[in-house]
């Protein structure tokens, strides 16, 4: 299986580079896994509304060309479905067994995601209505990834 992560912006923080090495690593035995950092706009204080949709507009336009097609697009999204590390599981299991190996996971920026790039997506994920910066949740989803192959397979990790 192959797996994209489209990521706004790039990562500052030691820690969270640590972090995602350590799981794409992990990761290797099971799935082909890159994160790609999307170039971000600058966000100044005091945005208009729409000023923010021309920010987003912008970020997804940059996410959508990277997009091949036939590709499963999962968005991340507050409005999206949650679901359990379980669910995950059952979904990317499903996908490989249609045939379809080939995933994008798509994180926005500080902003969020624009509603074509929403649009676009196979499934929209919400992580919970609480609020995480956009460099960590990399590292959340990735983890995610990473425990939803542990359960398909039955190893140990999952608890």
């Not at 729409?50 to 968005?75: F, H, S």
Request: proline residues 4%; hydrophobic residues 40%.
């Amino acid at each position: 299986m192959n797996i994209q992560i489209f990521a706004i912006g790039k990562v500052k923080e030691k820690y969270i580079s640590d972090g995602l090495q350590e799981y794409l690593k992990r990761m290797r035995p099971y799935a082909c896994v890159e994160v790609k950092e999307v170039p971000d706009d600058k966000v100044p204080e005091g945005l208009s509304a729409r000023e923010a949709e021309q920010v987003k507009a912008r970020e997804g336009e940059r996410i959508l060309k990277l997009l091949k097609p036939g590709q499963v697009v999962i968005a991340l999204d507050s409005r999206g479905s949650m679901i359990s590390s379980e669910q995950l599981a059952e979904e990317i299991s499903g996908w490989g067994l249609a045939g379809k190996s080939d995933l994008a996971f798509i994180i926005g920026g500080s902003l969020g995601l624009h509603s074509e790039v929403i649009g676009r997506a196979d499934l929209v994920l919400s992580f919970g209505k609480m609020t995480f910066p956009h460099q960590l949740m990399r590292l959340i989803l990735l983890e995610q990834i990473y425990r939803a192959f542990k359960i398909n397979r039955g190893e140990p990790y999952h608890k």
